[in-house]
């Protein structure tokens, strides 16, 4: 239940209300709007009686939300999230390139990729320092070294830098060494790491699960923000499918159908759903053009040689065109935006 409160509704009301909802037991949620003051009404275990919400004083409005999800969907908050991270927005019209290797390997490679993607027109770095792989024999990352590395590109670059928690027990360490925390895919339902998520202070990337639905990544991205973290960047990489032209399926309708259901920020990762290099600047486009706010794109000054995900990394000189192609398009994606922005109630 959305309780929306008039337009005058004094503080005094405000705080009538959010008592009356914990009379009940349940948890009361305020999200100031730029219009008006709505109240989440969380923790319910049936229905709830709009009736007794509607007679309180200053109450606008009672509305029921329909979806399982609360805090992500625009009926709780019908306006943009916009993510700052330092100089950097990402949401409602402002686009974020992300950009660098699979994995962190030596502080000259992190910091040669790093200079080319800045000049190129990259707004920040990934890397992983924990890398999640299907065999444990191959590369798993350089760890706290290459933490320590990816904080000394950004002192270095000004790049604000992403990379992956990958489990609990890492999660300090990255969250103390990173602009940006990413949880990859095969944690998207990880919900105690979801809840360590939703405690930080830092803004965080949850990557789509190989096989979730666009309901239990929004679930999961409920976790984040019922923890109290609302900084939080959806970012779609590819689903499992039958297709075996490509590592996997990019979903592109998971934009339009996300930006419909949620304020949070949608951006896309072509790299691990192509897991084709050749795939990897048409499906940028394809991102961009459905309405993503900005691209994770791998990037490598010498793929051949890469430690993982070498086929899908572009060459520094293609992640330029990209831009340059990028560039081209941007006021065409601004008038997309606009004519598909619902209209805040
Ligand atoms: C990554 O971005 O480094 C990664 C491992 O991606 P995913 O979790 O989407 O597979
Ligand atoms: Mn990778």
């Known amino acids: 239940m959305l309780v929306v409160m008039n337009q005058q509704a004094t503080p005094e009301q405000i705080d009538g209300v959010i008592a009356a909802i914990e009379k009940k037991g349940y948890t009361a949620r305020p999200i100031p709007g730029g219009q008006r003051v709505a109240i989440g009404v969380l923790n319910n275990k049936g229905a709830m ?79 992983g320092a924990y890398k999640p792989r299907t065999s444990p024999y191959s590369f798993q990352g350089l760890g706290e070294e290459g933490l320590k590395i990816l904080a000394r590109v950004r002192e270095e670059t000004g790049l604000p830098v992403v990379t992956e928690a990958l489990d609990h027990e890492v ?31 830092k803004p965080v990337l949850l990557k789509r699960g190989l096989s979730a639905t666009i309901e239990e990544w929004l679930m999961a991205a409920e976790y ?57 600047i048409p499906l940028s486009r394809a991102a961009l053009a459905v309405g993503a706010h900005g691209l994770m794109v791998e990037v490598h000054h010498a793929p051949e040689q890469a430690l993982s995900d070498g086929a899908q990394s572009l060459y520094p000189w293609q992640f330029e065109a990209l831009c340059r192609q990028i560039q081209s398009m941007r006021e ?14």
Do not use: W
């Open 49 to 127: 009686d709009a009736a007794y919400f509607l007679g309180l004083p200053g109450v606008k409005d009672a509305i029921p939300v329909t979806k399982p999800y609360k805090l992500v969907s625009r009926e709780f908050q019908p306006e943009d999230t916009v993510v700052r991270i330092g100089d950097v927005a990402v949401g409602n019209g402002h686009l974020v390139l992300i950009a660098g290797p699979c994995a962190v390997e030596s502080e000259e490679q992190a910091l040669t990729i790093a200079r080319m993607v800045k000049k190129a027109g990259a707004h920040m770095f990934r890397g």
């Open 171 to 201: 999660f300090d360490l990255v969250e103390h060494y990173a602009d940006v925390v990413q949880i990859g895919a095969r944690n998207m339902q990880n919900y105690s790491l979801l809840r360590r998520a939703g405690r930080s202070r």
């Open 224 to 280: 984040i923000l019922d923890g109290g973290n609302g900084q939080v960047i959806l970012c779609e990489r590819g689903v499992r499918t039958f297709a075996d032209h490509s590592r996997n399926t990019l979903d592109v309708s998971a934009m339009p159908v996300v930006s419909k259901e949620s304020h949070l920020p949608i951006i896309v990762d072509p790299s691990h759903a192509a897991g084709r290099r050749d795939q990897v």
């Open 332 to 345: 065409i994606f601004g008038t997309f935006q606009a004519m598909e922005r619902p209209v805040a109630s």
